[in-house]
């Protein structure tokens, strides 16, 4: 052991400030390191080629494509005193490749594609080496600084250069800028240096907008990134963690095109419970707030994230919760579209969520039962019904004197509808009758009253 380490470890049991200031300025001191560079036993020279714009234009072509054969040589920026002619040859050439592909015209020929292509994967695709702070915070933690950005940097100039010069072909760029390429380039935005995600997201950017083909491969690969991003938030959550759930997340379910995106939105929404139980009821009231009201397919959704986060829920967390739940489970219990009932009922299918059920039966019960007995009795679909009876018999085995309870007093509570509904009947058919013999009456007397009016006419013309 090194007296170095020695001292950390003796100052590291005294003081817990002191320890995580040496762990910092030992990340500092690592954060140059590179993840990229050429074991070899001897070094490597690079010669000077004439410059672009001396050349005759029948040369260019050729001179340009040696040159992004160059720059195809990696270098070893962890050793800061190897290789210092040949890197500040590549750095000049690097540059000189940007300069000339902004200012020249007629350069994007098609041999050159493969050979710009091949320039850009030797210099920019790399392993990533492993976070010296598993825990980083980019507010707060030095990042770990790219070693090679002296020429990365260029070659991501050259990069987006590349992508915006008036005469780029996606036609013939897109046998070589492919899926795997992409993916190879989303990979890359797990590196710490900020500089380089800031590159990233513009050429990212660009490919986006120059190759259609790719538009969709990349939205399914981001909805990926966005996943493991909140996966990967430490604990406790931060407050702007929070507001991003209830602000942002939530609220999306009532986006039109909810159903292109429900699987990722209900996954990212679990992560969060998972992370922090004590999120379930407000994420739970923000459902039944945002909850459809016309629209079938969603509701089926949302029953399915229901389920979802009743798998992870806890005990505790979820008798904060089971009135208001329960009281729209009971509703789509009730809806006329199969599907919806159908996907309500398969909660009983769960056995997590039986096993809640069951622990907090004598409030569940109440709410359910009404509606449950309704159906069996007045569904259409043989398949609800079917469902329904078999729910009815897992709560009877469940808590049978208060199933017992319950099915008694919801018989009384009928036959007291059904007398209300007969006295309702009878005063309609009494007031009917009521108009009706008041019609009568009022013809009656308006007959009289006719007649009357005709004999005193005719007496008036007899005179």
Excluded at 203 to 212: D, M
Excluded at 253 to 267: N, P, R, S, V
Excluded at 355 to 361: F, G, M, P, Q, V
Excluded at 434 to 452: A, C, K, P, V, Y
Aim: hydrophobic share 40%; with cysteine.
């Amino acid at each position: 052991m090194s007296a170095a380490t020695a001292v950390v470890t003796a100052a590291e049991k005294v003081d817990g400030f002191t320890r995580k200031s040496v762990r910092k300025a030992a990340r500092q001191k690592r954060s140059q390191g590179s993840s990229q560079f050429r074991s070899r036993g001897s070094p490597i020279e690079i010669q000077l080629l004439p410059p672009l714009k001396d050349a005759p234009n029948a040369d260019q072509h050729d001179l340009f494509c040696q040159k992004l054969q160059q720059c195809c040589v990696i270098f070893d920026f962890m050793d800061s005193v190897s290789d210092l002619k040949s890197k500040e040859v590549k750095r000049a050439t690097l540059n000189e490749l940007v300069d000339f592909l902004t200012s020249s015209r007629g350069v994007l020929l098609e041999p050159v594609y493969p050979e710009i292509v091949k320039m850009i994967t030797c210099n920019i695709f790399r392993t990533l080496p492993p976070s010296d702070n598993p825990d980083f915070d980019p507010e707060e933690d030095e990042p770990s600084l790219e070693a090679a950005w002296p020429h990365m940097q260029l070659v991501y100039e050259f990069f987006l250069r590349f992508l915006e010069c008036p005469d780029f072909q996606p036609s013939i760029a897109k046998r070589f800028i492919d899926q795997k390429f992409v993916l190879q380039l989303l990979d890359l935005f797990d590196s710490e240096d900020p500089r380089e995600r800031d590159f990233l997201k513009t050429v990212l950017h660009r490919i986006y907008g120059k190759f259609l083909g790719l538009r969709a491969f990349i939205r399914k690969q981001i909805n990926n990134i966005f996943l493991r991003i909140i996966n990967g938030f430490a604990l406790p959550l931060k407050a702007e963690h929070k507001q991003f759930l209830m602000k942002v997340l939530i609220p999306l379910h009532t986006a039109k095109g909810l159903a292109l995106f429900h699987a990722q939105l209900a996954y990212c929404v679990v992560q969060f419970l998972e992370k922090d139980a004590t999120l379930t009821e407000p994420v739970i009231r923000g459902l039944l707030k945002f909850w459809p009201k016309t629209v079938s397919q969603k509701e089926v959704m949302f029953l399915g994230e229901v389920e979802e986060i009743l798998d992870v829920i806890e005990p505790s967390q979820f008798k904060n919760v089971q009135e208001p739940l329960f009281k729209q489970i009971a509703k789509c219990v009730s809806n006329p579209h199969f599907q919806v009932a159908e996907r309500a009922l398969y909660f009983w299918n769960n056995e997590y969520i039986l096993s809640l059920i069951e622990d907090n039966s004598e409030r569940i019960l109440p709410i359910m039962f009404g509606s449950l007995y309704r159906i069996s009795k007045e569904h259409w679909n043989t398949t609800i019904v079917a469902l329904v009876y078999n729910v009815l018999k897992t709560l009877m085995e469940m808590n049978g004197a208060l199933f017992d309870e319950l099915t008694t007093s919801y018989k009384a509570e009928r036959q007291r509808e059904k007398k209300k509904e007969q006295e309702r009947e009878e005063l309609w058919k009494n007031l009917e009758e009521l108009r009706l013999q008041r019609s009568q009456t009022l013809g009656e007397i308006q007959n009289d009253t006719h007649n009357s009016q005709n004999t005193q006419d005719n007496k008036s013309s007899a005179k």
